[in-house]
């Protein structure tokens, strides 16, 4: 990496006043809500300035502070790209390290929401029933222990803080693919208040607002090569550029702390942002055609040996996969959104996924897979039983995630697989005897597959990876035309 070029520097001076804390700063946010706040601060002031969190690792802050939390935002579109100076970060903080001054920083009185993208796993909760698990050892020890180490603890802890120095809470406004992701978090909030303090728990129930949201644009990891490419075309040195598609849509529900007012959020009206009563609709059309689609392409495409989204569509018989899927599966098991033409929202998708500027590996959106299912597919195969619809290729999905964790392709080859359960999902599979016994015993885990939809699912799963395993992927797929 060429080390002698200029530095990226502020061009606003001095940075505007921090009004947000953001847990999980990466670069999904950083290329999404932080582009926004920034656009609302233009257009109509407010000091909505953004102090990044990150819960695990130094390297944001690392790469950040040298170049005073300045990044740049490159948009890849399919005819050109736009770069941006993103400015609204003032600030990094690495939780592990000094837990206290985040604490410190969402009992500020300037904090009015503290917004988060830890992603699924990050909430520490059963993904099929939405409850805080109380027995993650995360949880464990941060209800015992005032210093936090779970986006919950800090949640919490820094509630708590407030309450006890007459401040209103902060809105909790979280921006991650789960379902009613506000009324879920706001359980698991509470769940946790409850166990160390019942007062507490009363208290957020009547102050605390935990508006759901919809959030939608591709973000794939910055790798080291985008970096130096970025470098190489504008002559000045960004640690962490960010990459991304040029749509983006956020939905929120209008629903923030109310003690603050007209000063309770950005005016994110003003730049795009849908500001609703009801977000689930908007929430299934996304995570059932978006993010569904992802991870059935994601781990279907891994097998067949694509290596990002964009390579996967253009292969004909993928095009063909999951435009049936759309029409034949997703379309049919939820409302859509007022107003809003599903198809041309799938036409839509398929143009996003096909665009060759976004290399969006298969491997990265395969990651968490256990987390994410429930979500994106089970809920759609749920509805579909329930209305007899049948779902082949949502269930050959599944069964291509069941080969994909079991850690050996197709080929024989081991795959990388990262998923907080990866160790008992790798030993689930590796004691059964054959393919209907490797399926049985996936099934089995309860915290992905409720029992009832499990038992619904498995004569389908079991000639699915048979399929896959005996004809592989390409003939399966051809296969269910
Ligand atoms: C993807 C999402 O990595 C994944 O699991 O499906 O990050 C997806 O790119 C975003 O939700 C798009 O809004």
Redesign the pocket.
Known sequence: MPADLPCLFRKIDPAPKAGIVHLGLGA?FRAFGALYIQEAMARSGGDWGIIGVSLKSPRMHDQLAPQDFVYTAQELGPDGETLRQVESVVDVLVAPENPEAVLAAMADPAIRIVSLTVTEKGYCHDPATGRLNLEHPDIRADLVNPVPVSAPGYLVRALARRKAAGLPPFTVLTCD?LPENGRLVRGIVLEFAQAIDPDLAVWIESEGRFPATM?????PATKPEDVDALAAKTGVMDAAPVLHEPFRQWVIEDDFVVAYGADARPDLGAVGVELVANVTPYEHMKLRM??GT??SLAYLGYLAGHETIAETVADPVFERFVKALWRAEIIPSFQAPPGVDLTNYADALFARYANPGIR?RTW??AMDGSQ?LPQRILGTLSDNLAAGRSSPGLTTAVAAWMIYVSGTDLGGRPIDVRDPLAERLHALSEAAKDTAGGVEALLGVTEIFEPGLAGALRPGLISACGSLRENGVQATLEGLE
């Open positions: 999904f693919n959030v939608d644009r591709i973000v978006l993010n992802h991870s969006h990265q959106i994410k």
